[in-house]
């Protein structure tokens, strides 16, 4: 299928539910989106398996604090010239661009630049969700390094990352970052189409347009966005066991900040079905773990979604306040993301907590 | 010396109303409907409070009035200049251009000229791009050769550092002598497309404000009043009228909050749940430390996405013109209404309609239009129709409510005779004496207010440090706006830390608010 102008607000609604809490705004990435389909035309949305083994793929992402890029906002060009000195560095012409990160504003960028280098943009990402860093993504995890790496800022300074391992590229990468003003372009994980069928979540940018269609056409004809949407995700490949977890408002908000990460907790007081219950969602950038009591209902890297409780809109950590009227949604990882090696990676111990990784549809049978 | 007196107007919709204090004592009221001719309304609400407490128009200290006038002209899109639009940012920021997201009709009205030039700064103050004043030369002659004589002027990071937007602007203006201008760091709030939206907003109704605050003038003129007069802003606070000329975005939804203000007056709260129950819907909010609690989310004005601040409102289909339908199983209120119709509709005054007024009428609490329409209703019905009344607000309440403590709940509005019960959840149901007029309480008694939003290096200054120099700026910018700098107090401090980024960057928002300073009459 193509990408065309009106399915950018759904991808970008489906999007932000699956950055979890993280992820940034995709209103800008939507924004950015729009203005490339309009200047450059719609783009090639393909299945993996249509790469050939030896086709060259990139990935792209925008990388460091949101707060900055409302307002520092990329020309576009950038973006092309992390991918021409990524094509440079392996003498070889990409025949197609990776999303790295399917949750929040990531999910859509990859899709500018495809529109801007007249390329095809392949359905799936490399998190199902969204991570904080570059090292917890599947093509790591499933063998392909990070490095070289490309960064560049609004000037199209570029700076190239050898790096022994991606835990040095995601270290000094942020360095970078910082110097180029706190939000950077860059292409890393470069790999042939054989590499990409083997460690990519596939079919991520289709689901993340089901989710966001499914809430836009609910919200029109039934009411009960809620209903439609977990109708909608029991359909899915990776996503079909899915739950509300809890209902209430958000009664108490713990936010700090440590080492450049939006750490803290809320504290969710029940109602309807869940009056009298209390539920704690933990969160760095994105939400780690939701615990009733000494009770756990889902871990990452499972899902976490907190959405308006009326209109099922998603809301970004950020955006949590006192008061607002939630869901809590749990929703199954895909199997790549929970194997052992993928768990040891971004699964619950990566982030500190002592609980081990369980399934939500186990937790909540 | 006696107390100064002061007059509260709010020009809606609907109606005019205007109330006359001295100190806290209101001595008169006035509600009418909005004449075609906003002036004439303004004269006859405000004559008609002076002469029935007969206080001669030289004893006034102010007129403050809530208008709905500048939010009605961008969402009907009309009296709207067409705006240029200089975007200092390049090479960054090209990828949005100005305008993206604003809806057809409002396009054509005020877009079609825009660009984005060399300039900006990063969130640690160092340029991205240098002003090129022959470029914005250039550019303010194309707008003057196309007509455009309102301009907005935004930057990146302009919050941050505002020096190029000032720059920028002084060529504009040597350029379009009688230039409309408006610089997006006048507005404050990070977020550059969100702040150059407001920016725009404002310069489209720049021209509008003049002739809007000049017929306030010869209102008042008129009826001989020659104390200074203010607008109220949606954070419960005035503006002078040379801000109203400068800054009319500022007015945009001050309704809602003018009437929650007004509720924490009549009652002597600062924190409670404000229940504003009209003909149609109820509106929830919550006060906190005396004004409206906000709203945290991004705020579409006639469907441009902008990043003001509003009152965090939670509005149901209850109010007194609520129909009701009894299905058998479950007696529904609402959420369709025969709104201002109520005067015919209703089974009270003649009309066929069971309206949630006849029901509180025929339970024997409320005492409007004709009792003896509703005198044969079927009690049963009656008895079910007020428990439903009072669950919908119980759950309304309950929602708003950020505790499990029982809140005090203010009861204002037209639709406040619905209610005769103490209210699940709700520590006490105040009913105050004048609630119909709370909105033009609300404007008489506003305060003034100075902000700060910035962000701050943790790391360079320490936080207390930040923190301190933050607060005194929020309270000079409250002393600059005209507050008594005695009564000056810090009602709102917000930390958020930038994500992903180490070297403590931490964005402060503090809000300081003050007693206007009056001179008393004599």
């Not at chain 2, 309102?150 to 720059?167: G, K, L």
């Not at chain 2, 009309?351 to 005198?375: C, E, P």
């Not at chain 2, 005194?472 to 994500?499: H, K, M, W, Y």
């Not at chain 2, 403590?504 to 007693?515: C, E, L, N, S």
Request: net charge negative; glycine share 10%; with cysteine.
């Amino acid at each position: 299928m193509k990408i065309q102008l009106e399915h950018v607000a759904d991808l970008a609604r489906g999007a932000a539910i699956l950055g979890t809490g993280g992820g940034g705004d995709p209103y800008l990435g939507a924004l950015m989106l729009r203005q490339a389909l309009q200047d450059h035309g719609p783009v090639d949305l393909i299945d993996v398996t249509s790469l050939a083994d030896s086709d060259f793929a990139v990935p792209f992402a925008m990388m460091g604090a949101p707060t900055v890029l409302v307002e520092k906002i990329p020309n576009g060009n950038e973006m092309g010239a992390a991918l021409n000195a990524m094509e440079r560095l392996h003498n070889e012409k990409a025949r197609a661009i990776l999303c790295a990160e399917i949750g929040g504003l990531n999910a859509l960028l990859p899709i500018v630049l495809a529109a801007r280098a007249g390329l095809p943009i392949v359905d799936g990402d490399g998190m199902g969700r969204a991570f904080p860093q570059l090292q917890m993504v599947t093509y790591h995890i499933y063998g392909v390094p990070a490095a070289p790496m490309v960064m560049t800022d609004e000037y199209s300074n570029t700076v190239t990352f050898q790096c022994a391992s991606s835990l040095d590229v995601e270290r000094l990468g942020r360095q970078v970052v910082v110097a180029m003003g706190g939000s950077s372009n860059i292409c890393l994980y470069p790999m042939h189409g054989a590499d990409a069928k083997r460690s990519i979540v596939r079919s991520t940018l289709s689901l993340a347009l089901g989710l966001g269609r499914t809430i836009r056409e609910s919200r029109r004809s039934s009411g009960d966005p809620f209903g439609a949407l977990l109708g909608y995700l029991r359909t899915t490949p990776y996503y079909q066991h899915c739950r509300v977890l809890f209902e209430g408002k958000t009664v108490d908000l713990l936010r700090e900040t440590k080492a450049g990460w939006a750490l803290g907790q809320v504290v969710v007081e029940g109602t309807g079905d869940c009056r009298g219950r209390r539920l704690e969602v933990q969160f760095q950038n994105e939400h780690l773990i939701a615990r009733e009591g000494s009770q756990v209902r889902a871990v990452v890297p499972d899902l976490i979604a907190l959405l308006d409780s009326a209109t099922a809109e998603p809301i970004t950590t950020e955006a949590l306040k006192y008061g607002q009227r939630i869901k809590v949604l749990g929703i199954s990882a895909a199997p790549i993301m929970r194997s052992e090696a993928a768990l040891a990676v971004f699964g619950p111990q990566a982030f500190g907590l002592d609980h081990p990784f369980t399934p939500v549809e186990i937790l909540n049978p | 010396m006696r107390e100064p007196c002061r007059i509260g107007v709010d020009v809606g919709g609907t109606n005019t109303d205007a109330v006359l204090l001295r100190g806290r004592s209101i001595l008169a009221s006035h509600k009418a409907p909005t004449s075609a001719d906003v002036g004439t309304g303004i004269v006859q609400a405000i004559g008609d409070v002076l002469g029935r407490a007969q206080i001669p128009s030289r004893d006034l200290a102010g007129v403050m009035i809530g208008t709905t006038h500048f939010t009605n002209a961008f969402v009907e899109a009309k009296h709207l200049s067409r705006v240029g639009v200089i975007r200092l940012g390049a090479p960054a920021t090209l990828s949005i251009r100005p305008f993206a997201d604003w809806p057809a009709h409002l396009l054509d009205l005020v877009g079609g000229a825009a660009q984005i030039v060399s300039g900006g700064f990063n969130y640690d103050g160092r340029p991205i791009g240098h002003l090129d004043p022959e470029e914005l030369r250039r550019i303010a002659r194309d707008f003057r050769g196309r007509g455009i004589s309102a301009v907005a002027i935004s930057s990146v990071f302009a919050p941050v550092n505002a020096t190029q937007e000032v720059e920028a602007a002084q060529v504009i203006q040597e350029e379009i002598p009688d230039v409309h201008l408006t610089l997006s760091h006048q507005l404050g709030r990070i977020g550059l497309i969100e702040r150059e939206n407001a920016a725009i907003m404002n310069s489209a109704l720049l021209g509008m404000a003049e002739r809007v605050v000049s017929s306030f003038r010869k209102a008042l003129a008129e009826l001989g009043i020659t104390a200074p007069f203010f607008v109220s802003q949606n954070d419960g606070t005035l503006l002078s009228p040379d801000s109203v000329i400068r800054f009319p975005v500022l007015t945009f939804a001050s309704g809602p909050t003018n009437s929650m203000r007004g509720a924490a007056f009549l009652s002597n709260l600062t924190d409670a749940l404000v229940m504003d129950i009209g003909g149609t819907t109820t509106d929830v909010g919550a006060l906190v430390n005396g004004f409206p609690r906000e709203s945290s989310i991004a705020v579409d004005i006639g469907g441009v996405r902008t990043n003001f601040r509003m009152p965090d409102l939670l509005s149901i289909g209850l109010g007194g013109g609520s129909l009701v339908v009894d299905d058998g199983r479950r007696v529904q209120i609402g959420p369709r209404s025969v709104g201002f119709r109520i005067l015919s509709e209703a089974l009270v005054f003649g009309g066929n309609q069971l309206t949630a007024t006849d029901i509180a009428v025929s339970a024997g609490y409320a005492d409007i239009g004709d009792r003896d329409r509703v005198k044969n209703l079927d009690k049963r019905l009656v008895a079910r129709a007020v428990d439903e009344i009072h669950r919908l607000a119980e759950e309304a309440l309950d929602r708003m409510k950020t505790s499990a403590t029982q809140a005090k709940v203010v009861l204002v509005g037209g639709g406040s005779a619905l209610i005769n019960r103490q209210l699940a959840g709700a520590a006490e149901v105040i009913v105050p004496t004048q609630a119909g007029v709370a909105n033009a309480i609300g404007a008489a008694i506003a305060q003034v207010s100075g902000e700060v939003d910035r962000i701050f290096s943790y790391e360079k200054l320490g936080r207390a440090q930040a923190l301190e120099d933050a607060r005194t700026e929020a309270r000079s910018n409250a002393v600059a706006a005209g507050a008594e700098p005695t009564s000056v107090n810090i009602v709102d401090t917000e930390e958020l830390p930038l994500q992903y980024l180490p070297g403590g960057a931490v964005r402060v928002r503090v809000k300081a608010v003050g007693d206007l300073a009056l001179a008393g009459a004599a």
